[in-house]
């Protein structure tokens, strides 16, 4: 229990919940993580799919397997949307000034050049 | 795992479930992450299940509801409370009466309530979540009608 004394119904930790599928808990934590499974169907039904699990002592890999093909997934569409990444507005806005001044020096440098003549 | 029962589909499942939550929550405003993340797993288990052709019985899904937490214990101090939840526990059905009375008046175990009863360990679990919420909605009609 000393263990786990921060740890409410609500917060099961994935060590604790393996640990009372495998009976290693106090009586005090199992009760703990018992009401988390009747207050939580997420918590129940993970404690019985560990309980389906033939390798429990392989969770550890399995989730440390998963982080990373995970992290690699989304660090490639990451990259992906980055490539495809539409311009960026204030270039946008740069550009349409640029040509705006442009454009009404074009007009200014001709209506002055016919006056002079 | 307890819907897909292999491993290998598991972990897919996992990743699956995974990257449409990123992709999902942009779309939608989420005020329950636990449960919508709990109801979006439990979605695709059930259609990797029905794409296989795979028959699920009623007793096997329970509601997928995720229900308010009722503090039991917090009644008990009420003497009115008292009353109506004894009423409503002799509603619930047979083994749900058996394992709430005894996992929450008694403070039996799951292991403990299997031994006693016979029941496997998980109908335990199932009967004990099914009753807490069968509990919740008798009460609150109860209640309703009192007031």
Request: aromatic share 6%; hydrophobic share 40%.
């Amino acid at each position: 229990m000393d263990e786990h004394k921060h740890i409410s119904p609500n917060t099961i930790s994935n060590e604790m919940l393996l640990q009372y599928t495998e009976g290693k808990l106090s009586d005090a934590d199992t009760r703990m993580v018992e009401e988390a499974m009747a207050n939580s169907v997420f918590v129940g039904d993970a404690a019985e799919g560990l309980y389906e699990l033939e390798n429990r002592d392989a969770i550890n890999d399995i989730v440390g397997d998963l982080n990373k093909k995970l992290k690699t997934i989304t660090q490639q569409q990451k990259k992906r949307l980055q490539k495809h990444k539409p311009l960026d507005i204030n270039w946008i806005v740069i550009a349409i000034l640029v040509l705006a001044i442009v454009a009404v020096g074009g007009y200014l440098a001709i209506h002055f050049l016919v006056k002079t003549k | 795992m307890k819907y897909l029962k292999n491993e290998t589909q598991a972990k897919d499942a996992v990743q699956q479930v995974f990257l449409k939550v990123i992709t999902e929550l942009a779309k939608y405003k989420v005020t329950y992450f636990k449960s919508w993340v709990y109801l979006v797993a439990k979605n695709h288990c059930l259609m990797q299940l029905r794409s296989k052709g795979k028959v699920i019985l009623h007793e096997e899904m329970p509601d997928i509801t995720v229900h308010e937490d009722l503090d039991i214990a917090g009644l008990l101090h009420k003497d009115q409370d008292v009353v109506l939840l004894k009423q409503s526990v002799e509603e619930l059905n047979q083994e749900q009466k058996i394992c709430v009375t005894l996992f929450y008046l008694n403070d039996k175990s799951y292991q403990e309530i299997a031994a006693a009863t016979g029941y496997e360990m998980m109908k335990v679990k199932s009967y004990i979540q099914n009753g807490k919420r069968n509990l919740k909605i008798l009460l609150d009609k109860k209640m309703k009608v009192n007031k």
